[in-house]
């Protein structure tokens, strides 16, 4: 009978102390669901602007969710979005954006979280050359409308092969009447080749400049002898009117027939060669005649141009035909100076007087 009391009595005890434990649960319980459903206050760092917030959301994530604020693969979020949000919690979102890039002929859209130009090429992986151009430029500050454009800029040399169109060059001509003309040469135009470099801006040219003329065939001016007054200068000629006779006919000389415009008679011959004209070997004019050409040993002859027009051919007794070419300070009326290569045998040659030299003309008889 006694243990049956006793045993009554801790069963209360018991029971009383369960529900007593059960009644501080759910006041525990209570408590933490009011203390998360009260208003947190966050602090947001969106892209370097701070902003504080008050919100009953529960995450991280639910909170961006709250404030309409969207996250991209590209966005770096810290802490993560399951993160449970706590009072004073600081969220920080860096987000990245879609910028235009003109490069290469297209339109690259880049997302990107840099703030200026270098680090958006940097992001997209663009290379830039020596030369080429950025706008904006580098160090500026982008923006979701930034657009930026490069030009890639090239140099290259080309060839480009050009005529070179010959001269006409006249020369008075006593022997001819005024108004009359005749070709002494031919005129023959030249080829170069003519070296650019050009300055390249998307493939396109925008400058070039020459750097290099090569010349692959000289050109060669024409000369054309015009009439003037027949008269010859007393100072510059001691040709009398006995000694220009009148051709009178047909004559065979060096085993040619012709028919001489004029007869000189009582002309002087010397002698001249290349380092004559006191020129350099290494000089571009040397051994080159009045007339342009190069000097030729057994055709070249200087002259006095008021005498023996240049371009003419001319017989000269004991000597054979010449061709003249060429001119000299002391080459005056009646004297001629017959070229040769060899100083020596220009010396063996000395002078010779009283020598007859018929005029023949442009045109070498055949």
Known sequence: MELSKIWMTHKRLLIVAACGLALLLLSVVSCLSILTTQPKQVTLNLDGVTKQFQTEANTVGEFLSEQKIPVNETDVLNPKPETKLTDALVIELHTSWEVAVQVDGQTKKVHTRSKDVAGVLRDAGITLGANDKVEPALTSTVS????????????????????????????????????????????QPGKAVLHYKLQMANGKEIARELVKTEVITPKSDKIIAVGAAPAVAASKTAVTAKQVVAAAGIVSRGGKVFRPKRVLNNVTLTAYTPAGGGKSPNSPGY?????GVKAVEGRTIAVDPDVIPLGWWVYIEGIGFRHAEDTGGSVNGNKIDVFFDNHAEAVQFGRKRSKTVYIIGPQKPD
Do not use: M
């Open 144 to 187: 979701k409308d930034t657009k930026i454009s490069i030009t890639r800029i090239a140099e290259k040399v080309v060839q480009v092969t050009q005529e070179v169109p010959f001269q006409e060059i006249r020369k008075s001509d006593p022997t001819l009447t005024k108004g009359e003309t005749r070709i002494l040469q031919n005129g």
């Open 287 to 291: 051994g080159r005649t009045a007339t």
